[in-house]
């Protein structure tokens, strides 16, 4: 898989460099800003890239800025972004993006893992956010109106597992998947609609509370 990577901390994206080229990826490009990143994708053309929210001059949104570019540009580009505000990216780029918090990439088998994902097209969320999301308080809701095993089921899907995987997790039958998936579209009144992914509609409802 190639990979372009994005963030303004040298020694950061150095080592990350030599971490993903020694777990079999091709780093085709490296960018200390967003403007960079961007001409490191026109050129490397990258299966992914990894880009951290906050980027030079401001450190604010360059970064998800361009992630966002990215994504409109490039839609057969992954992108992977390394913050807590990846939100709007995910509204309007479901698919072929996803987030980790950036403490997060110490731990090679969650980033190898959510770049493959990425790049067979899943969102991905990462699996500490989706954690706290569903433990803190909340008005209610629709969502409280979920069972236990359908918030389970909900935290799988939002870490961008398929009805398979969450299938394999929790032991179940395709099928008691498939009604767990239905009732949860049903109680977050999430409709048919042909130009949105509803199983991402059904994440981004919980974390937009």
């Known amino acids: 898989m190639r990979v372009v990577i994005a963030d303004d901390e040298t020694l950061l994206r150095e080592g990350l460099a030599r971490l993903l080229d020694d777990s079999g990826f091709r780093v ?14 026109e050129l490397g053309r990258p299966d992914v890239a990894i880009v951290d929210i906050r980027m030079p001059p401001t450190k604010t949104d360059e970064g998800l800025v361009a992630a966002r570019e990215i994504r409109r540009a490039h839609p057969s580009v992954g992108v992977l972004v390394l913050s807590h505000y990846a939100m709007r990216l995910l509204e309007e780029h479901s698919e072929r993006s996803g987030y980790l918090l950036k403490d997060r990439i110490s731990d090679v088998a969650v980033l190898v893992d959510a770049l493959h994902r990425i790049d067979e097209g899943e969102c991905v969320v990462d699996p500490t956010i989706v954690s706290r999301l569903l433990k803190r308080p909340r008005e209610e809701g629709p969502l409280d109106e979920l069972t236990d095993r359908e918030v389970e089921v909900l935290a799988l899907m939002a870490e961008g597992h398929s009805n398979e995987g969450i299938r394999k997790r ?40």
């Open 28 to 41: 085709v490009g490296t960018a200390g800003t967003a403007e960079e990143l961007l001409r490191r994708v």
């Open 170 to 209: 929790l032991v179940l039958s395709p099928k008691t998947v498939e009604t767990h998936v239905r009732h949860i579209l049903s109680k977050l009144e999430i409709g048919e609609a042909p130009d949105h992914h509803r199983r991402v509609l059904a994440v981004l409802a919980y974390l937009r509370r």
